[in-house]
Structures are given as C-alpha cells and as structure tokens.
C-alpha cells in the first residue's frame, strides 16, 4: 500500500507559478514512475507530467517548456516546478505512482487526492 500526499495548490494569477509537492509513504518498494495528471471540468484525466526512477521525463505539448518534473528519491517525493501558468492549466493535479513487478505480473498504480490549481485570467 501506498500512500500519495500533495501540497502546493491554490489560486494564482496568469503568468504566475506555482510548485506542486507529492510525498509517498507506507510501501514505496518497487515504485518505478512517478507523475502529474490532470483533470479539468468536462475533460478527461490526462497526463502532464512523468519521471522514472532514471531521471528519465517526459511532458504533455501544452506543458512542454514551462512545467519542469523532478523527484528526490531518497524522500520519496516528486515535484512539478510550473512557470507561466494559463487559464487553460485549471484543473485538479493529482499525483501518481506506479510499482512495475514484471512483464507477467504487470503494473500497480497510486493515486493522490489531488490538489486544485486555479488560474484566473
């Protein structure tokens, strides 16, 4: 079992930034990848953000040049470091994380509760 908390949501104005934290606990053995997803009224979940446990990252377009993941191993915590914000990056972030077992027992995935960022225009 594990256990997602984030931190560092709230309101802001265009242009501003904010940094997303997401602490993991309990069972953190195997965790491989690490994420931000989001959901906006009306759309569906999507990814923003990815770093695996090599550094290795990867970003949504819309994102790409102003969002910045990272994480800390040895505290089990993932950051998302996001510049420039717009409108359009209101939404609920949550925080993800997945324990790769194998080719033949696959993937387990973990979920935050998610942290609300609001851009206003």
């Known amino acids: 079992q594990v256990q997602l908390v984030e931190s560092g949501g709230g309101l802001v104005q265009t242009g501003g930034s904010l940094r997303l934290s997401c602490a993991a606990s309990?069972?953190?053995?195997?965790?491989?990848?690490m994420g931000w997803f989001r959901q906006a009224p009306g759309k569906q979940r999507e990814l923003v953000a990815s770093?695996?446990?090599?550094?290795?990252?990867n970003y949504a377009d819309s994102v790409k040049g102003r969002f910045t993941i990272s994480r800390d191993n040895a505290k089990n915590t993932v950051y998302l470091q996001m510049n420039n914000l717009k409108p359009e990056d209101t939404a609920i972030y949550y925080c993800n994380a997945r324990k790769r077992w194998g080719v033949t027992r696959g993937d387990n995935d973990y979920w935050g509760q998610g942290t609300q960022v609001t851009v206003s225009s």
């Open positions: 309990g069972s953190t053995f195997m965790i491989n990848t």
């Open positions: 770093i695996s446990n090599g550094g290795s990252t």
